[in-house]
């Protein structure tokens, strides 16, 4: 049987470890042999887009050491998939480096692309807003982008298809982005706070009672304007609604 | 080198300080944006056609001298009269001599990025000529005196009620007037006195053909051709980039050009320039400014596809809520956050940060330049190259620190969930950006990793 390492991200290992252990428990439920690396911290993206990739080489060996042995490597995170697809090198064993960034998967494009996952058996009767977060959608290219002339296809989508009892709702602009963008949301914290807020808007004015996405990063940041404005809505990691019920 | 006054996050957190006007600023942007995807969506061709675009800039890029060359000879045997500036002061000077041995004070001008670039309006004020700008748009700023916001729609930040009372104050237009209709037709007359007045008309170049030595310009206003057509002397100012290989190359552009700027099938004057027209002199500069030294940056070399259409802007969430003026350069946005490092690192190097990289530029831009891309790489060579503050220096390398190795963020973890806490670079802070407008995670009991070691190993 294949191997599958888990990459769970620094800030969803800390903070939002549900969406860790639903990650594993669907992966376990689809029969697959998966492990934790249990001395993973980080992909190294927090210092790469802030300019400091030059700081990254012992973070990016620590990834190596951690995850060359498996078959495929999935994470519950878009941002730091991509991280690693495009900018994981190292000195010290670059060919291993390569091979990781062609096994590393975010895990919608694992069960849809890898497992072809077609009956999930889950149930999560709510209406739900699907946010787009961009490194997932134009980086991994999970969702069709609004902005290109070509046929539509959402992978997210397809997999909340079949939850049973969910109903998906429209969004006024269905792709812009929530304004994380890691480090910006601190750098520039007006801007970033304004994006955060219109995109939640259009998530309640179209009746949102959960926010879900396959990008833990943006939710945190949602879920701090949710909370300050004391709303209802919540936000749920995609995994955990794959696999409720 | 200068330091700028103030910084992307700072002007922009004053220009959010007014919450409706940046609801305003951004619907009215993402409208435009939609026209933009509506009339992209209506040509099945459409990535045929940037594809096409990307390849044929690439080319001229990539042979630039040679058609350069080749477009002055051309042009000269056409009777156009070709200067050559290496810099912005180069080219105010040439104009200006120009100017003067015609003996002309006043200038009219439409609409052109490059002599914002070379900042040519404060030039020749200063030394005692008055420029009139007869876009629109230009017009409005510079009745305000301010720069352009936007490259395609410099005025965008204004409502049309402040256009109003610009318009009382400087055309005598009845005070509270706001209906569009009144104040276009006010500017009209305006502007039409100062076309009949002016010998001397400047206008920017979107396309210069190198086959035959002739230049393009797209206005919606007509205002280029007004001015050129009108006076004695006739300067077009262009940057070197400008230059397509062929004439069959520029339906290319021109289907593109539109569509991606505000979602017209085409600008409504598209004007050839070949010859002067009888008793007519015209002056064609060509201007470099930074250009070459950023074709030799193999990371940055695709900037110079830019076709000037401000797609880019429009869609980015960011330029949106932040207001142009907010990018402290002559071209704001995207583009001009890649473009603007070129010319001044120290002063501009807030800008690459001024993105989440979210990628939507490079995806509506007509010649595919990689924008988000280059952000990302501008952002290293600022950080090598010293610019960062000492502040996040140091958080980096805790950070680092903390990262590379399993014991000390496990540790590290306990101790505090350390990733909101030297993420928000709060080494030298007591305030905590992250907070004050949203609620931190609530500290879960215990960490993925904790919870693995008790129920799985
Ligand atoms: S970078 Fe592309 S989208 Fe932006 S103004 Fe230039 S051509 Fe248009």
């Known amino acids: 049987m294949k191997r599958v390492g888990l990459f769970i991200p620094c800030y969803v290992d800390q903070f939002y470890p549900n969406a860790g252990i639903a990650t594993y428990q669907l992966l376990k439920k689809l029969g697959l042999d998966v492990t934790y690396p249990t001395g993973q911290t980080c992909c190294g993206q927090p210092m790469a887009n802030s300019g400091f990739e030059h700081l990254t080489g012992d973070c990016n060996q620590l990834f190596v050491d951690n995850f060359a042995e498996f078959d495929y490597i999935v994470s519950p995170s878009g941002s730091c998939v991509l991280h690693i697809k495009e900018h994981l090198h190292t000195e010290k064993s670059e060919p291993q480096a390569a091979a990781i960034r062609t096994k590393v998967y975010e895990l919608v494009e694992f069960l849809v692309d890898i497992l072809q996952v077609k009956n999930l058996k889950a149930k999560f009767p709510h209406k739900v807003g699907l946010h787009q977060s961009c490194h997932g959608q134009r980086g991994l290219l999970l969702t069709q982008m609004s902005e290109l002339v070509a046929p539509y296809f959402s992978k997210p989508q397809q997999l909340l298809a079949q939850v049973e009892g969910l109903e998906l709702i429209n969004l006024k602009r269905e792709d812009e982005c929530c304004g994380f963008g890691g480090t910006f949301c601190v750098v520039e914290e007006a801007v970033s706070v304004k994006m955060g807020k219109d995109r939640v808007k259009d998530h309640q004015a179209n009746g949102a009672e959960y926010i879900t996405g396959a990008d833990m990063s943006c939710l945190m940041h949602m879920e701090g304007i949710l909370k300050r404005e004391n709303s209802n809505v919540k936000v749920l990691h995609i995994a955990e609604i794959l696999n409720a019920g | ?457």
């Not at chain 2, 539109?258 to 004057?269: E, H, K, L, M, V």
Request: glycine residues 6%; aromatic residues 8%; contains cysteine.
């Open chain 2, 1 to 457: 080198m200068s330091i700028p006054a103030k910084t992307h996050p700072e002007l922009s957190e004053v220009f959010n300080k007014d919450e409706e006007r940046v609801n305003w600023h951004d619907e009215t942007l993402w409208w435009i944006r939609q026209k933009r995807d509506k009339s992209a969506h209506s040509i099945p061709e459409w990535e045929i056609l940037r594809e096409k675009a990307s390849q044929i800039k690439n080319n001229a890029l990539s042979n630039l001298a040679e058609y350069l060359v080749s477009f002055e000879e051309k042009a000269l045997a056409n009777g156009i009269i070709v200067h050559w500036a290496a810099d912005a002061q180069e080219h105010n000077q040439i104009v200006h001599q120009i100017l003067k041995k015609h003996d002309i004070r006043q200038l009219v001008k439409s609409k052109s990025m490059l002599t914002e670039e070379c900042h040519l309006n404060e030039y020749l004020e200063k030394q005692g000529l008055e420029v009139i700008d007869s876009d629109l748009g230009e017009r409005i700023v510079q009745l305000a005196k301010e720069p352009p916001s936007h490259i395609v729609l410099p005025c965008i930040h204004k409502k049309k009620e402040e256009i109003g009372d610009l318009f009382h104050e400087h055309l005598g237009v009845a005070a509270g007037t706001s209906d569009p209709q009144i104040l276009t037709e006010a500017a009209r007359v305006h502007l039409r006195e100062t076309f009949l007045t002016r010998k001397a008309a400047l206008t920017g170049v979107n396309f210069a053909i190198a086959e035959t030595g002739e230049f393009v310009v797209c206005t919606n206003e007509g205002n280029a051709d007004m001015g050129a057509h009108l006076a004695d002397v006739h300067i077009a100012c262009m940057g070197i980039e400008k230059i397509i290989p062929k004439r069959k190359h520029l339906g290319v552009f021109l289907r593109l050009l539109a569509r991606s700027a505000t979602g017209q099938p085409i600008t409504t004057y598209s004007s050839h320039f070949k010859k002067p027209g009888a008793g007519q002199e015209m002056h064609l500069v060509l201007v470099d400014n930074g250009r070459t030294i950023q074709m030799g940056r193999e990371d940055f070399r695709a900037s110079l596809k830019c076709i000037r259409c401000g797609a880019c802007m429009n869609t980015c969430p960011v330029y949106r809520r932040s207001g142009g003026h907010s990018y402290h350069s002559a071209i704001s946005g995207p583009i001009g956050a890649i473009l603007a490092p070129n010319l001044d690192r120290e002063k501009y190097a807030d800008l690459p940060f001024a993105s989440t990289l979210c990628g939507s530029c490079s995806n509506v831009c007509p010649v595919k330049i990689d924008i988000h891309q280059q952000l990302y790489k501008w952002r290293q060579v600022i950080v090598q190259e010293g610019y960062a503050t000492s502040a996040k220096k140091m958080s980096m390398k805790i950070m680092n620190y903390t990262l590379s190795s399993p014991g000390v963020y496990k540790t590290a973890g306990k101790a505090g969930r350390w990733v909101l806490k030297y993420i928000p670079f709060a080494v030298n802070n007591h305030f905590n950006p992250w907070y004050k407008q949203r609620d931190m995670p609530e500290v879960p009991k215990e960490s993925f990793g904790e919870w693995y070691k008790k129920n799985v190993k």
